[in-house]
Each structure stands twice: as structure tokens, then as C-alpha cells.
Nanobody, 125 residues
Framework: QLQLVESGGGLMQLGRSLRLSCAVS????????IGWFRQAPGKGREGLVC????????NYADRAKGRFTISSDSAKNAVYLQVSSLKPEDTAVYYC??????????????????WGQGAQVTVSS
């Protein structure tokens, strides 16, 4: 059974960095394009970045360019999201999502078929 499990969230200090992990089971990263999304209180789910499984390249949403970095570890079958210089507006539930397609659409949550349970990130001063 294909599963995605996020970890690494919590209460974070303003200006610090954060790394979220997405552990994938039931399929290898070679066959699954993975994306990171977040949903702030009272707002819709917004895409941040994804990795195309076809060639390993990344697709960043404009909102995520500069402070967000996606990476992956095929040996651990995991994908990571690094967020630097945390801001209060980064407070949200962060999700990783997967689709069995070589291409991911970072601005389309509906493109993805598999979702983790989410990891709460709260940025406090």
C-alpha cells in the first residue's frame, strides 16, 4: 500500500530554518512524482514545489522560490523540504503528495493522488 508520512513539524522560531521529511513506502521515488503543499488557517491548499519522477528536476511555485528547497534521498525513499528564514506566514499544515506520473503540476493539488497526513508548522517570535 502506497503511503506518505510527513515528519519534522512543530513550533519553530522566527528566522530559523526547518526541514520536513516525507517518507514514502509502497513505491519507489523513481515511479512517483512528489510535491509539497501547505494550508494555512482559513486558506486553501497551495503548492510549493515538486519533483518530476521522469527526470528528477524540480518545479517551484513562484511563492516558494528563494526560501524553499526540495531534495530527495533514493536510498531512504524520502523527500525533504527545507524552509529557511521562517516567517509568521509560514504557519500552516504542510503536506507531501504523490502521483504516479512522470510530471507533477505544482499548482494543482488535484493532480496528486496520494497525500500524507500533514505536519503542523507554527512559527513564533
Amino acid at each position: 500500500q502506497l503511503q506518505l508520512v510527513e515528519s519534522g513539524g512543530g513550533l519553530m522560531q522566527l528566522g530559523r530554518s526547518l526541514r520536513l521529511s516525507c517518507a514514502v513506502s509502497g513505491i519507489t521515488l523513481n515511479d512517483l512524482s512528489i510535491g509539497w503543499f501547505r494550508q494555512a488557517p482559513g486558506k486553501g491548499r497551495e503548492g510549493l514545489v515538486c519533483i518530476h519522477s521522469s527526470d528528477g528536476t524540480n518545479n517551484y511555485a513562484d511563492r516558494a522560490k528563494g526560501r524553499f528547497t526540495i531534495s530527495s534521498d533514493s536510498a531512504k525513499n524520502a523527500v525533504y523540504l527545507q524552509v529557511s528564514s521562517l516567517k509568521p506566514e509560514d504557519t500552516a499544515v504542510y503536506y507531501c503528495a504523490g502521483v504516479q506520473h512522470g510530471v507533477c503540476l505544482v499548482e494543482d493539488p488535484g493532480w496528486f493522488d496520494y497525500w500524507g497526513q500533514g505536519a503542523q508548522v507554527t512559527v513564533s517570535s
